[in-house]
């Protein structure tokens, strides 16, 4: 589904995405460093990070969670304070991001500055180059209307490869079928091995009931961040007005006069909106919602890294 608007070129960054723009995101990270880790899954590799797994170096003691390895209680911590704690450790590991990428047909809708899956295109791209800048390997998923892994790499090579793959799969072909977030999250698990993050993009419209256990099974192999990817028409009312819309090949006139046909309206297309950032948000993930009028920097930034810290 599309809005109908003037039709620009190829590549133009608004109705189809553009590498040179991808690429030149990489002027927009600098030196910044990675959010901390909060997963208790095992990691191997250079990079130091606070984990909640086995490690050499004390960081800290918490309060015991279920799960937590009894073999690492702080007894003297529990002695004095009377309820259980639990040592962290600081533990090396190489950093890799797992980019989840929606690139169903819902994505390619817009009706301000450009479409959700540009947006997407753009916000991925961002991450891979944050990803890149913190000395991470960072690979992407894509699921929806194209299927394809593209393998973890580090280096600008990685965050190369990541943008002429956004490319690539924006203007090829995509099929027409719909992907179950659960069966996407499931799939992610199973290729994820090495992944310390993983970062989950899309408007929601997959996200399925079965979709939250595979989401809590996946926080137990690496940290999970979502960033929902709307139309500004899917979180405000739209104003009163005639409204021309585009869907496969056919052109249909909305009239949103009244209150209600306006309410209706922003609650249907709102739907997967909804649901993904309420998931997010029950899990107690980080997550954030952008429309397709926002710069995404501030987004991205604040799900997995942390602006103007000098490395």
């Keep these: 589904m599309s809005a109908v608007s003037s039709t620009p070129a190829e590549g133009d960054?608004?109705?189809?995405?553009?590498?040179?723009?991808?690429?030149a995101l990489r002027s927009r990270v600098g030196h910044v460093h990675m959010a901390p880790l909060s997963t208790r899954a095992a990691r191997h590799g250079q990079q130091s990070s606070r984990l909640y797994g086995r490690g050499m170096d004390y960081a800290e003691s918490r309060v015991y969670q279920a799960g937590d390895d009894v073999r690492r209680l702080d007894w003297r911590?529990?002695?004095?304070?009377?309820?259980?704690?639990?040592k962290l450790f600081q533990e090396d590991r190489e950093g890799c991001l797992l980019i989840l990428l929606d690139t169903h047909a819902s994505m390619v809708f817009g009706t301000r500055q450009r479409f959700k899956s540009v947006q997407a295109a753009r916000s991925a791209a961002l991450a891979a180059w944050y990803a890149t800048h913190a000395g991470e390997r960072v690979g992407v998923l894509a699921f929806g209307g194209v299927d394809h892994l593209l393998r973890p790499q580090a280096g600008p090579?990685?965050?190369l490869a990541v943008c002429g793959a956004l490319a690539q799969w924006d203007?090829?072909?995509r099929l027409e079928r719909s992907q179950a977030l659960s069966d996407v999250l499931m799939?992610?698990?199973?290729?994820?091995?090495?992944?310390?993050?993983?970062?989950?993009?899309?408007?929601?419209?997959?996200?399925?009931?079965?979709?939250r256990q595979r989401l809590l099974d996946l926080t137990r192999r690496a940290a999970v961040s979502v960033l929902v990817v709307a139309d500004p028409l899917e979180l405000a009312l739209a104003p009163p007005g005639r409204y021309p819309l585009e869907h496969a090949g056919e052109r249909r006139e909305v009239l949103l006069q009244s209150a209600r046909q306006r309410s209706d309206f922003q609650r249907t297309l709102g739907t997967g909106v909804r649901r993904l950032a309420g998931l997010a948000s029950s899990l107690g993930l980080r997550s954030a919602s952008?429309?397709?009028?926002?710069?995404?920097?501030?987004?991205?930034?604040?799900?997995?890294?942390?602006?103007?810290?000098?490395?």
């Design 290 to 311: 952008i429309d397709t009028t926002a710069d995404p920097f501030d987004a991205v930034s604040g799900l997995i890294g942390r602006p103007g810290i000098p490395r």
């Design 171 to 173: 203007a090829g072909p």
């Design 77 to 86: 911590l529990t002695a004095r304070s009377g309820r259980l704690h639990t």
């Design 187 to 211: 799939r992610a698990a199973q290729v994820s091995h090495g992944a310390s993050r993983v970062l989950l993009i899309s408007d929601g419209f997959s996200c399925d009931p079965a979709a």
């Design 13 to 23: 960054g608004r109705s189809a995405v553009s590498l040179a723009e991808l690429i």
């Design 157 to 159: 090579r990685g965050a």
